[in-house]
């Protein structure tokens, strides 16, 4: 057994991070288990841990990169401004707020964009109250506010978001993960929504919400509800601190863990509240952003939550709707070093195309953003020092994340959104600010990433305090566009103007016996000597929504030789001979072997 081994096992749990309570001031905290302890003192302290693991340096660009971003915010015509109702109380959600989704609420091919909002906090009044906002893309990078004709201006604090179809009837509904109680808006096809929450019993009490996704718990052909939860916290419970004499945001391990839900479509338009018989009530978490994707490649789809200061959650699925938490057994739940970090979002795809999938996790300030290697069996290692996907990010607050082929080279390069949560942190830590660049990493297609922010275009120059990242075609061009939301300030949207002589693919998946929207379906693409997968995600990022249709860059093959797609029903549908550089609708069964 290596060394790594034995320190997870013999740490497990006890790693919970209530030196997270206060600002961290080492690069590696003092671990809590007396094995990590000791090798430590006998290597010479955290630094002498991180260069023996590996985790003393990353590569950075110096000469142009092949990914082009453009910041064409200004042109959009989007007016929104994010809020997070700070009233000087420092109530926790404040710095955590919020996530954003991407989607096709209207059919029409374009993908648009609902943005989530803060809400007044401690009995401060706004008029005209803060609101969440949907905009209508138009084409040619025009996007119109449609927020009171759609019906979906809801004023409640929006934390977490993810959209599917629930009711299997071919249009995009939306589900709200608030403070407070949640929404769900069902989509009437005619571009108006109807808030059901209510009839579909899926408020879920008055949390703290983190992320949320829609899965097929039990290949049944209908959604069901994940629904994180992430502290145990109201505004009667509130604390702030004070660092160097200016008051700061606590930790969240000061108002303490609770259990996240997850509802099961009854498939009349009710949810059924089934967190205790299913297993996920059993265990306690701060989580943030979850995904739910087929890590052990078994055929169902098991949910993966990304914890802050503790270890995370890996729920797995057994097939039938039931789960079992393995996360100290796959690799997932600590780092390289044994340790449980500030989990913001979680995001996974196949950065070295061997056919399974990674996980990508971002993190806080002095921690690494992680990337997971998927070893087969179940199995991860912690990749971020071997492939250099670390650079950049140990300096930063690190949120959204996407593993995207941004300029369609047949390998997925890396996103991460960046801004402290601390908004008073430049005043006592000038290691540190409030506002600052996000990070692009590029594949090299060898397993090793380069920061190469500097050399993509003036959209990675821009300097906010981003929290949700989401990816998609916003102009329909073959390649994935980005869309940040901004704490207390404006959105950024950025243009993908990569070099547009590598081919592409985009599959939409059309259930008959699955669910309408192949959300947990695995997609397999072969061209020459290129294979790719990717699965239908509903809920991904930090407590964010993006990439429903799944997209592979060919590089320069010419021709897709065969296209594999296994529906959560067990079916599989197989093309061949399949042209690139278009969107390609495939209906469960047309196709059938």
């Given at each position: 057994m290596s060394v790594l081994s034995l320190m997870r096992l013999e740490c497990g749990k006890r790693l919970n991070h209530d030196w997270f309570i206060s600002e961290l001031t080492d690069p590696l905290p003092a671990p809590r288990c007396p094995l990590v302890a000791g090798i430590l003192r006998l290597r010479g302290g955290a630094f002498a841990l991180a260069t023996l693991l590996g985790t003393s340096s990353f590569m950075t660009a110096q000469e142009p990169s092949s990914i082009q971003l453009r910041d064409v915010t200004s042109q959009t015509g989007i007016t929104f401004t994010h809020t997070d109702g700070s009233s000087g109380q420092r109530y926790i959600v404040e710095s955590v707020s919020c996530g954003l989704a991407l989607l096709d609420y209207d059919g029409d091919g374009d993908v648009d964009i609902y943005f989530l909002n803060g809400a007044p906090l401690g009995g401060v009044q706004w008029n005209p109250p803060p609101r969440n906002a949907l905009y209508r893309n138009e084409g040619d990078w025009k996007f119109t506010d449609v927020t009171d004709s759609a019906g979906v201006g809801d004023t409640g604090y929006g934390l977490?978001?993810?959209?599917?179809?629930?009711?299997?009837?071919?249009?995009?509904?939306?589900?709200?993960?608030?403070?407070?109680?949640?929404?769900?808006?069902?989509?009437?096809?005619?571009?108006?929504?109807?808030?059901v929450t209510l009839a579909a019993g899926v408020a879920n009490g008055a949390l703290v919400g983190a992320g949320a996704c829609f899965l097929d718990i039990e290949n049944d052909g209908d959604l069901d509800l994940y629904v994180a939860n992430y502290v145990d916290f109201t505004c009667d419970k509130n604390r702030s601190r004070i660092v160097n004499g200016h008051p700061a945001y606590v930790g969240p391990m000061i108002y303490g863990a609770v259990p996240d839900?997850?509802?099961?479509?009854?498939?009349?338009?009710?949810?059924?509240?089934?967190?205790?018989?299913?297993?996920?009530?059993?265990?306690?978490?701060?989580?943030?952003?979850?995904?739910?994707?087929?890590?052990?490649?078994?055929?169902?789809?098991?949910?993966?939550?990304?914890?802050?200061?503790?270890?995370?959650?890996?729920?797995?699925?057994?097939?039938?709707?039931?789960?079992?938490e393995v996360g100290m057994f796959t690799g997932l739940a600590f780092d390289l070093h044994g340790m449980g970090q500030g989990t913001m979002?979680?995001?996974?795809?196949?950065?070295?195309?061997?056919?399974?999938?990674?996980?990508?996790?971002?993190?806080?300030?002095?921690?690494?953003?992680?990337?997971?290697?998927?070893?087969?069996?179940?199995?991860?290692?912690?990749?971020?020092?071997?492939?250099?996907a670390g650079a950049g990010t140990l300096p930063r607050v690190t949120w959204g994340t996407g593993l995207v082929d941004f300029d369609n080279d047949g390998d997925r390069d890396l996103f991460i959104a960046c801004g402290h949560l601390q908004d008073t942190v430049d005043l006592w830590d000038d290691s540190a600010s409030y506002l600052t660049r996000n990070l692009l990493l590029a594949n090299n297609g060898r397993g090793k990433f380069t920061d190469v922010s500097d050399q993509s275009g003036d959209g990675l120059e821009v300097k906010l305090s981003s929290r949700g990242a989401?990816?998609?075609?916003?102009?329909?061009?073959?390649?994935?566009?980005?869309?940040?939301?901004?704490?207390?300030?404006?959105?950024?949207?950025?243009?993908?103007?990569?070099?547009?002589?590598?081919?592409?693919?985009?599959v939409r998946l059309r259930g008959s016996h699955s669910n309408r929207d192949g959300v947990g379906a695995r997609i397999k693409v072969v061209t020459g000597d290129l294979t790719l997968i990717d699965e239908v995600h509903s809920g991904r990022g930090y407590q964010s929504h993006y990439g429903l249709h799944p997209h592979f860059g060919l590089g320069q093959r010419t021709r897709v030789d065969r296209i594999e797609v296994r529906w959560m029903s067990g079916k599989m549908d197989i093309l061949q001979n399949v042209a690139v550089d278009q969107i390609l609708e495939i209906t469960e069964g047309e196709h059938g072997q």
């Open positions: 977490g978001i993810c959209a599917g179809d629930y009711d299997n009837d071919g249009d995009q509904d939306i589900y709200l993960n608030n403070f407070g109680p949640n929404v769900l808006y069902r989509n009437n096809g005619d571009g108006t929504f109807s808030d839900t997850l509802f099961r479509n009854n498939g009349d338009g009710t949810f059924t509240d089934i967190s205790v018989e299913s297993g996920v009530a059993a265990h306690k978490g701060t989580s943030m952003g979850t995904i739910c994707a087929d890590y052990d490649n078994d055929g169902d789809s098991d949910i993966i939550v990304g914890n802050d200061a503790m270890g995370n959650l890996v729920m797995r699925n057994n097939g039938t709707g039931r789960f079992e979002g979680v995001e996974c795809g196949d950065y070295d195309n061997d056919g399974r999938l990674d996980f990508h996790m971002t993190s806080y300030q002095k921690q690494w953003a992680t990337l997971y290697r998927n070893r087969g069996e179940g199995l991860f290692e912690d990749a971020t020092y071997s492939t250099g989401a990816f998609d075609d916003l102009d329909n061009d073959g390649d994935i566009d980005v869309v940040l939301l901004n704490s207390r300030r404006e959105p950024t949207l950025l243009k993908n103007e990569s070099d547009g002589r590598n081919h592409w693919l985009q």
